[in-house]
């Protein structure tokens, strides 16, 4: 069965790629013609954009979503998303599911992937992490952001997930922002990533249902440090995965 199961889900990886790949093709001259458009309604319109061509992935995909906690943000307010990362699938469900116009700090070299790259470039703050200028750079962007009323979406693992642990240690960049800005923070846990796209695998698709939690709120405490932060936001987001995860 293991055997037979390795050979469809190759079958569905390659579906998967085409009805991924087909209407991002079609909204792509919408994506490059929105550059004309001042922040923060270009990116409004590209998540709006990027909504209507992942719910169209995830239909054809076999892919089921469920999102839960989207009530914690009050309308008026943008907060610092920080979000566990296991698997390729995250970004879709996480950048169209987070209420409003927001923005995902992202690794510089994917931008460079021909045509997807636009699109990759349109919806993220790009970051090269082995280049200290452009760390820094990266971290005045997303105030920015902040500043223009949009969520920031931000991966505190730094990249995926490919330990048995529930939670890689978390960098400091996401805390460190809430500090400075004065943004609250809403976790959020992605559930069952890993299962339909193995970090380990290589062209692996198994289509299943996704789960995304948003957590209530944490806000900076009086005289609390971010390294202080960090470690409150580790411990609530890691108990929660241990309790929800395969319920």
Not at 55 to 70: E, Q
Not at 179 to 197: C, Q, T
Request: charged share 20%; proline share 6%; glycine share 4%.
């Amino acid at each position: 069965m293991h055997f037979l199961k390795n050979i469809f889900a190759r079958f569905f990886a390659l579906w998967a790629f085409l009805v991924f790949i087909t209407p991002m093709l079609i909204i792509l001259p919408f994506v490059w013609l929105i550059g004309l458009i001042d922040e923060p309604k270009r990116t409004f319109i590209f998540i709006n954009l990027s909504r209507v061509w992942i719910k169209l992935f995830f239909c054809f995909s076999f892919v089921r979503r469920k999102y839960i906690g989207k009530d914690f943000f009050t309308p008026g307010e943008n907060y610092i998303v920080v979000c566990n990362h296991n698997s390729f699938m995250d970004v879709p469900i996480c950048s169209v599911g987070i209420p409003g116009a927001n923005r995902t700090i992202a690794k510089i070299s994917m931008s460079k992937i021909p045509l997807f790259g636009l699109i990759y470039k349109r919806g993220s703050v790009l970051v090269d992490r082995k280049n200290n200028e452009s760390r820094k750079a990266s971290f005045s962007k997303m105030k920015a952001v902040l500043d223009l009323g949009m969520h920031m979406c931000i991966y505190p693992e730094g990249t995926r997930n490919k330990t048995t642990n529930t939670l890689q240690p978390f960098h400091d960049g996401a805390f460190k922002l809430s500090v400075e800005s004065g943004k609250s923070i809403i976790p959020a846990l992605i559930f069952n990533s890993k299962k339909i796209i193995p970090p380990n695998h290589f062209f692996y698709f198994w289509p299943g249902k996704l789960e995304m939690h948003f957590l209530k709120p944490v806000s900076l405490s009086p005289n609390e440090t971010f390294l202080e932060l960090k470690e409150r936001v580790f411990k609530i987001m890691n108990d929660y995965y241990l309790l929800h995860n395969n319920q």
